[in-house]
């Protein structure tokens, strides 16, 4: 791709994520909505000017670090581990009971093969965490409760959606699950999720010391995204997500994040906060339409037969075991039936994580087009329906209950 190329299709995607987003914001609907479909219109399923580019991809990655580092940065970790229990009830139901529906729908119902079945099981596992944190702060509702269950749940489906995933490619290669290798997996993604918060919050006093000394501008920036991509490679190393390490980046710089004994340090990162918002949010903001664009981009509806009513019959079928299956998760939150059903629609999008799953699953010829096609079809309903449910659903609620 020549240059210019590059700068008119960049163009277009920060153009129509911003425009797409005032349309649904000024319709009084979630503005992450609007770059979703944004991403519909100018990519594959409809003009086609925008395509799954790979280079594309790398700045959507950039842009769901730094969403889920902004996640972090905003997080209470009391408040988290708080709802501890309750989320990972919901993170683990939310990941059994909508695999065990898929398989079974898929084997038993529609008489597909044992590991094409289990991949179809696979693809309704994981939720968008980015599509689900976004829709929440445009409601206001990132400090609830039922956001602080959800974010966990979310955290710890992502982790178990990608072991999940090596387990079946594993699986679907050599006909056979190393239990060791899985087991060792789990144990680095469990070491890591427990102790990057912690190493990376003891280089905050390095970070203030090296932004009050600098000369130049932009110090902060480039030091917060260099630790940034920093976690997120060591995540990657051990197994993890890369989300997870600049997920984790943002809570060893929260202001409600303290280690035992640590005063200084967390005299540093008090004054080191407000450097950081001011310095990370026009990047933040620029980075992290172009994720839920490319989402929309990555879901090609040309591939979907409207003509066949086997695939209508497959795809409402999966489409529906995908959203009570992430329901039912809801039933742990704790709270009246409003805050468990917010929480299982918020569980419900799966946005890039379901089509990592079905592109894998394609491009290993573990199934082939056609149930390609359902699997976007239930990837786009459940990311298109999830923001406007829960706008329907925490739209009436006061904001006076968060941070209970």
Do not use: C
């Not at 997870?244 to 943002?250: E, I, P, R, T, V």
């Not at 303290?258 to 903001?285: C, V, W």
């Not at 409402?316 to 409003?338: C, F």
């Amino acid at each position: 791709m020549e240059a210019s190329d590059f700068f008119l299709k960049l163009l277009v995607i920060i153009l129509s994520a911003k425009f797409f987003a005032e349309v649904f914001t000024y319709l009084n609907l979630p503005s992450v909505l609007g770059e979703v479909i944004a991403g519909i219109i100018v990519g594959p399923s409809l003009f086609g000017f925008i395509l799954p580019d790979q280079t594309f991809h790398l700045l959507a990655e950039i842009g769901i670090l730094l969403l889920l580092f902004e996640v972090g940065l905003e997080t209470d970790v009391g408040q988290i581990i708080k709802v501890g229990g309750q989320s990972t009830m919901v993170a683990v139901t939310g990941v059994a009971v909508p695999f065990f529906l898929g398989f079974w729908l898929a084997h038993y119902i529609f008489d597909m093969a044992l590991v094409p079945s289990l991949f179809v099981g696979g693809t309704l596992v994981a939720t968008s965490i980015g599509i689900t944190v976004r829709v929440l702060s445009d409601l206001k509702k990132q400090n609830t409760r039922v956001a602080k269950i959800v974010l966990g749940a979310a955290v710890l489906d992502d982790v178990i959606g990608v072991v999940i995933l090596a387990v079946l490619y594993d699986f679907a290669v050599k006909g056979t699950v190393s239990i060791a290798a899985t087991a060792r997996i789990l144990a680095f993604i469990t070491a890591f999720l427990l102790l990057a918060p912690i190493i990376a919050k003891l280089f905050v006093p390095t970070l203030a010391r090296l932004s009050s000394i600098s000369k130049t501008k932009g110090m902060v920036p480039t030091l917060i995204v260099s630790m940034i991509l920093g976690m997120a490679i060591i995540s990657h190393k051990v197994g993890a997500p890369e989300i997870l390490g600049s997920f984790a980046a943002g809570i060893a710089l929260a202001r409600r994040f303290f280690l035992p004994l640590g005063a200084t340090i967390e005299h540093y990162s008090h004054e080191l906060a407000e450097k950081i918002e001011e310095g990370m949010k026009p990047i933040i903001e620029l980075f992290v339409p172009i994720f839920f664009v490319m989402v929309g981009v990555s879901i090609n509806l040309r591939v979907i037969d409207t003509g066949s009513s086997t695939f209508w019959n497959f795809a409402a079928a999966l489409t529906a075991v995908a959203i009570i299956g992430k329901l039912v998760s809801g039933l742990w939150a704790s709270g009246g039936w409003n805050k468990k059903i917010s929480t299982g629609i918020a569980m419900i999008p799966r946005g890039e994580v379901g089509l990592i799953f079905a592109e894998v699953g394609r491009r290993s010829k573990i199934f082939d087009d056609s149930i390609y096609a359902v699997i976007v079809f239930v990837v786009a309903f459940t990311t298109l329906l999830a923001p406007l449910a829960l706008k329907y659903v925490m739209g009436d609620e006061a904001e006076a209950e968060a941070q209970e």
